[in-house]
């Protein structure tokens, strides 16, 4: 029985980061590596804040963890020093809670109970608590390969090796299905691998579930584009179902602000996916920041990463706009009773090392030199409305324009949905208005035995929503291979 008193014991505490100047020293991981014992007990105190509600928001419903984790259940066993039931719990509704851990912003602290008044001192970290939980896991030996002991004969084929793919791949080997995973790529892991900086999740944690998934049993292609190194007849012909897990990769460009075609102005990916094969020795980083003045167009995620991976490759300067005002954690906001994620998730670590945001701007044009190299920005004040067809439209507020050094512009604009791909042309799927795949209540798209999952289906989202489709496809897979299904099915098709 949780200590329903326990928030008022005990404050919150955040894991602790390690000196910004050392972060910038080298790749690896934000927060200190702790050792076992204090990690433990500082974690301990954190769990113990939880309530155990009777109504757990963070637990689940439209706001909370859409995995429908056990949250209460192992906030109460880390609390009790139990880790390896804690462990289990965990496991129990997460496939890979070391990513979400590390990765997911965490819509379960917005959901909590105590996140809503000031006076109870934040919401639980749970975030925290459920990293602790998954890699005490690991660092004690408790995480092991399930294997299955049975086998149903069916083969399923996921393209793709991201978080969604992983996950329905794990579920599928477990179920008794012959799993293989095909990627195009070099490496597996998708965004995890290259698009993820090392300073968020050091690869090793990767590769360690990576080989649990093999030890199962999952079998793994890389180098192959299925549609073109295979072809949808023989994908056909060797498996009795497929599940499309290829994300959505396709950055949204700017087409309209003047000097766009200068050289030197890029999509974040084409910055982030060379830094990344550089962090795993594959020679130099690409589109290097190194002795730039360095423009980040975008405040979400992505522009956060190329933000940190900016200003570790030894930027001259690091801006990050956005059209969007300060966030209100940064504001004096406190008479709000209300939380304000995710606002408050605008500003990410990376953001204290180094470098310069500004709010509520937006670039007028991009200036060159004589040899068509973009060198400056010509930046206004903006506020962001909506018209009166609701569309979304960008409105300058003052008449003053601000000129500022750029060499390297980055494009974190967002994605555009699923990159245009030979196999779905020959699959015979449509993308949807918004570039998706669509499929109907079973995740089965318009192709017969061909399911979907993950930002591929949703567009681009959290980590924590392509593991929970990746669940739910295996659901489902297995109800079409075999007629039913004890798999679980934490979320249902937008
Ligand atoms: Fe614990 Fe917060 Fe969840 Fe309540 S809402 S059970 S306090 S984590």
């Known amino acids: 029985m949780a200590d329903p008193y326990g928030f008022l014991k005990h404050d919150r505490a955040d894991a602790k980061k390690r000196p910004a100047a050392e972060r910038l020293s080298d790749w690896n991981e934000v927060y200190l590596d702790l050792d076992a014992e204090t990690r433990g007990s500082q974690v301990r105190t954190q769990a113990a804040r939880c309530m155990d509600c009777g109504v757990p928001f963070c637990h689940s419903g439209s706001a909370g963890c859409p995995l429908g984790n056990l949250i209460p259940e192992w ?34 602290e917005a959901a909590c109970v105590l996140a809503i008044s ?18 005490v896991s690991w660092d004690q030996g408790l995480v092991k390969p399930a294997q299955s002991h049975v086998s149903s004969g069916k083969r399923v084929a996921v393209v793709g090796s991201g978080p969604a793919g992983l996950a329905a791949a794990q579920q599928l080997t477990r179920a008794g ?15 995890l691998r290259y698009g993820i900086p090392e300073f ?41 179902a497929v599940v499309l897990a290829v994300g959505a990769l396709r950055g949204r460009d700017d087409t309209t602000t003047p000097g766009r075609e200068l050289a030197g102005i890029h999509l974040a990916m084409e910055h982030l996916v060379p830094a990344n094969r550089a962090c795993e020795g594959d020679g130099a980083p690409g589109i290097d920041a190194a ?82 190299h ?36 980055l494009l974190a604009i967002g994605f ?34 061909v399911f979907v999952c993950g930002d591929a289906h949703r567009g681009a989202s959290l980590v924590v ?3 929970a489709e990746g669940r739910s496809v295996a659901n489902a897979v297995d109800r079409f291979l075999t007629g039913s299904s004890d798999l679980p099915s934490p979320v249902i098709p937008n």
């Open 291 to 372: 002795g730039k003045h360095v423009v980040i167009i975008g405040g979400g995620d992505t522009g956060a990463d190329c933000y940190g991976t900016a200003t570790r490759q030894g930027a001259a300067s690091v801006l990050q706009l956005d059209q969007y005002p300060q966030p209100p954690s940064q504001r004096d906001d406190e008479r709000s009773p209300w939380p304000v994620w995710p606002w408050i998730l605008r500003t990410y670590p990376a953001h204290e090392e180094a470098g310069e945001r500004k709010f509520a701007v937006a670039v007028e044009s991009f200036v060159g030199d004589e040899d068509g």
């Open 416 to 449: 555009e949905g699923v990159e245009h791909m030979p196999l779905l042309d020959a699959l015979g799927i449509d993308l949807t208005s918004r570039g998706t795949i669509s499929c109907g209540s079973d995740w089965q798209t318009q192709a017969p035995g």
């Open 200 to 240: 968020k999740m050091e690869k090793k944690v990767l590769d360690r579930r990576l080989s649990q998934l093999r030890k199962e049993g999952t079998k793994f292609v890389t180098g192959c584009e299925v549609g073109v190194d295979l072809t949808v007849e023989q994908l056909r012909e060797r498996f009795d």
């Open 177 to 191: 299905h012959e799993v293989t995973v095909y990627e195009r790529d070099d490496r597996l892991g998708g965004l």
């Open 374 to 409: 973009v060198r400056q920005i010509r930046l206004r004040e903006v506020r962001v409305e909506k018209d009166a067809s609701g569309r979304r439209v960008v409105v300058p507020t003052s008449e003053e324009v601000q000129v500022l050094p750029a060499d390297l512009v």
């Open 75 to 108: 906030n109460d066993l880390v609390r009790r020093g139990d880790w390896e039931q804690a462990s289990d719990r965990l496991h129990a509704t997460n496939n890979f809670p070391e990513f979400t851990g590390r990765l997911c912003p965490a819509p379960c």
């Open 118 to 135: 000031h006076d109870a001192g934040g919401a639980v970290a749970i975030k925290r608590v459920e990293q602790a939980i998954a890699d």
């Open 465 to 467: 929503w392509a593991i």
